[in-house]
Every structure is written in structure tokens, then in C-alpha cells.
């Protein structure tokens, strides 16, 4: 795993309530994580599930077909593996704010909504988690 990044090297555009938007996203991405706060979770791997969405303010010229104009959703991937492999996290409301962190510091990004869940924390339900929404201003 590679170091996480600090910030995104990318110039901020100015903001303004007509600057065209867009959604960038990451479904579903399903990882093994050192995660929980309950003595059985010590030293062992749960999955847990991530789900971002990132309102995102558009590039100057949004058909550029540049990758570095965009946000990237593989970076944004890594840089949530990268917090994982830091090392053990009590709970997913750490790891919620911690990605949404991540998310924030790309200069595009102007809100985001985090989920986690882990899928099996709780045997009878389908998943349980967080969800939060942060935004720069």
C-alpha cells in the first residue's frame, strides 16, 4: 500500500452557487478492515463496505478527457486502503470521518457522503453502519 495522500495536488476553482457540478462515486468498494471495538474484533479481518459520493465542482473544460482535471475515484479508492492499512480502528464513525477527510481535501471537492457497514456485525441484519455528510463550507 502507498502512503495516503495528504492533499491533491490540483489548482482550486473559484466557487459559486452557478458553478456547474457533478457527482463522483465509489459503490460498493468491499475490503477487509482491523476494525471494531469489541475484544473478538482484536486481531482479526471483518469486510466492511464503503460508499462515497463526492459533490464535485467541474473543471473549466469538463471535456478535457484529462485525469488529472477530474476527481478520481481509483486515488480516492487507494486512499481509503491506505487508511485501513494504518492499522487497527475501533469504530466506522473513525473510519466515516477519516475518508471524508480523504474526500475533502481534493481542492474539487465540495461535499461528501460516507457510508460504512459491516456486513456482518450484526447476524440477523443485512449490514449495519454509519453514514455522514461533510462539507467544506
Not at 460498493?28 to 482479526?44: H, N, P
Not at 457522503?113 to 455528510?133: D, W
Amino acid at each position: 500500500m502507498g502512503e495516503r495522500p495528504k492533499s491533491f495536488d490540483i489548482t482550486a476553482l473559484p466557487r459559486s452557487a452557478s458553478a456547474p457540478r457533478r457527482k463522483v462515486f465509489v459503490h460498493g468498494l468491499l475490503l477487509d478492515a482491523y476494525i471494531g471495538a469489541y475484544e473478538k474484533e482484536q486481531g482479526v479481518t471483518q469486510p466492511v463496505r464503503v460508499d462515497l459520493e463526492m459533490e464535485v465542482i467541474e473543471p473549466s473544460n469538463p471535456v478535457s478527457d484529462k485525469l488529472e482535471d477530474v476527481v478520481c475515484y481509483d486515488r480516492m479508492s487507494d486512499g481509503v486502503k491506505s487508511i485501513l492499512a494504518e492499522g487497527h480502528i475501533k469504530l466506522v464513525e473513525t473510519l466515516a470521518e477519516r475518508v471524508a477527510d480523504l474526500a475533502l481535501s481534493h481542492a474539487m471537492v465540495l461535499s461528501v457522503l460516507v457510508r460504512i457497514t459491516k456486513p456482518e456485525a450484526i447476524p440477523e441484519a443485512e449490514a449495519a453502519g454509519v453514514e455522514i455528510i461533510r462539507t467544506k463550507y
